[in-house]
C-alpha cells in the first residue's frame, strides 16, 4: 500500500491556527476511512479525528470545538483544520487510512487503520 504523506505542521502561537493534509493516493480514495492521531513526547498515540466514507466525523472531547476534519475526494485529501491552538496540542499529528467497505463506520482505535503517515510536528508556544 502506498503510505498517507502529512503535511502543514509548523511552529505556531497559542490561540492560532494550522490546517495539516494528508494525501492518501490509491486505487480508490472514496473506499478509505481516514483518521488523524497525535503523539507527544513520552505520551501514547491519541486519537484526534475520523470520517468515514459518507464523511460522517468523529473528534475527541479534548479538542471537539476547534479541530475539525473534513476530506475532498477530489483530490485524494483528508484535512484537520486546527484552531484556537494550545500549547497541550503540541505533538507529531499522524494520518491513517483504513480500506473499508461499511459507508458510515468511522474509526477511533489506532489498531483499526491499515496504513500510516510518517507524521508532522505541531508545536503551539504560550
Known amino acids: 500500500q502506498v503510505q498517507p504523506e502529512e503535511s502543514g505542521g509548523g511552529l505556531v502561537q497559542a490561540g492560532g491556527s494550522l490546517r495539516l493534509s494528508c494525501v492518501a493516493s490509491?486505487?480508490?480514495?472514496?473506499?478509505?476511512?481516514m483518521g488523524w492521531f497525535r503523539q507527544a513526547p513520552g505520551k501514547e498515540r491519541d486519537f484526534v479525528a475520523a470520517?468515514?466514507?459518507?464523511?460522517?466525523?468523529a473528534v475527541a472531547d479534548s479538542v471537539k470545538g476547534r479541530f475539525f476534519i473534513s476530506r475532498d475526494k477530489g483530490n485524494g485529501t483528508v484535512y484537520l483544520q486546527m484552531n484556537m491552538l494550545k500549547p497541550e496540542d503540541t505533538a507529531v499529528y499522524y494520518c491513517?487510512?483504513?480500506?473499508?467497505?461499511?459507508?458510515?463506520?468511522?474509526?477511533?482505535?489506532?489498531?483499526?487503520?491499515?496504513?500510516w503517515g510518517q507524521g508532522t510536528q505541531v508545536t503551539v508556544s504560550s
Open positions: 491513517a487510512k483504513k480500506v473499508t467497505l461499511s459507508t458510515a463506520t468511522y474509526y477511533l482505535n489506532s489498531n483499526d487503520y491499515d496504513s
Open positions: 490509491g486505487v480508490i480514495f472514496s473506499s478509505y476511512a
Open positions: 470520517i468515514s466514507r459518507a464523511d460522517t466525523t
